[in-house]
């Protein structure tokens, strides 16, 4: 049987858990958890080069993780759904946040990675939580214009009209953005389209005034 890692305390062996999590290293993530690793660590910045050092010397093809990161939202960043399953299973905390009040889903949101928000809707992840600025995970997909995602995020959301900082929707982003087929969804699913942001621009107005006129009529027609 492999002796890899070789003898670490529990903390560095959690902090390349993180490490390998980001890099979809499957079968590192499986060992460094059967050795103990703590699925819920975050990176603390002063022991990535400490634990840089230690895969350099052992050749080890993992990527850094971000500081302030746990495994599980390093997974999400990076679509590593099997790494993201194993990591749940073990008992991550699936909303756990981490520096700019950021979870696993808002990532998995902001990057499109469909598979993993599955695997987190399927352990009863919550859709609600807000980052620094206010957004929801569902802000995030629709500022991206991830349609997939978006479906999966509004099939699984009872409020289509959640505000963020700017007191802006979902559909004021994709009417700002012109992401019809996204807006298309949020309206059709029953999202507010009178909804004022802090300006006192409705969905429609933004359209406009990014130049989507025939978006900006859809919208006008509701």
Same mark, same amino acid.
């Given at each position: ?78 679509? %590593?759904?099997? $790494? ?5 299973? #073990?008992?991550?905390?699936? &909303? ?14 902001? &990057? ?29 997909? $629709?500022?991206?214009? %991830?349609?997939?995602? #978006? ?11 959640? $505000?963020?900082? #700017? ?11 012109? %992401? ?35 978006? #900006? ?6």
């Amino acid at each position: 049987m492999s002796s890899y890692p070789p003898p670490f305390h529990k903390e560095d062996i959690s902090t390349l858990l993180h490490f390998a999590a980001q890099s979809g290293s499957t079968e590192l993530v499986r060992l460094l958890i059967s050795r103990g690793a703590d699925v819920g660590a975050t990176v603390i910045c002063g022991e990535r080069a400490r634990v840089q050092r230690f895969i350099q010397r052992n050749d080890a093809q993992v990527a850094p993780g971000r500081c302030g990161a746990t495994p599980l939202r390093s997974a999400a960043t990076r679509g %590593h759904a099997e $790494v993201a399953r194993l990591l749940i299973k #073990a008992g991550a905390d699936i &909303e756990a946040m981490s520096d700019g009040d950021v979870t696993p889903l808002h990532e998995a949101a902001f &990057e499109g990675h469909t598979a993993v928000a599955r695997l987190l809707f399927a352990a009863g992840v919550n859709v609600s939580p807000v980052d620094v600025a206010g957004a929801t995970a569902l802000h995030l997909a $629709v500022l991206k214009g %991830h349609e997939e995602m #978006a479906r999966l995020l509004i099939d699984n959301s009872g409020d289509l009209s959640p $505000v963020d900082q #700017a007191l802006r929707t979902p559909l004021h982003e994709a009417a700002r953005l012109g %992401h019809d087929v996204v807006a298309r969804m949020l309206v059709e699913g029953g999202a507010n389209v009178l909804a004022v942001d802090r300006a006192g621009r409705t969905p429609r107005d933004l359209a406009l005034m990014n130049g989507h006129k025939t978006l #900006a009529q859809r919208l006008g027609g509701h």
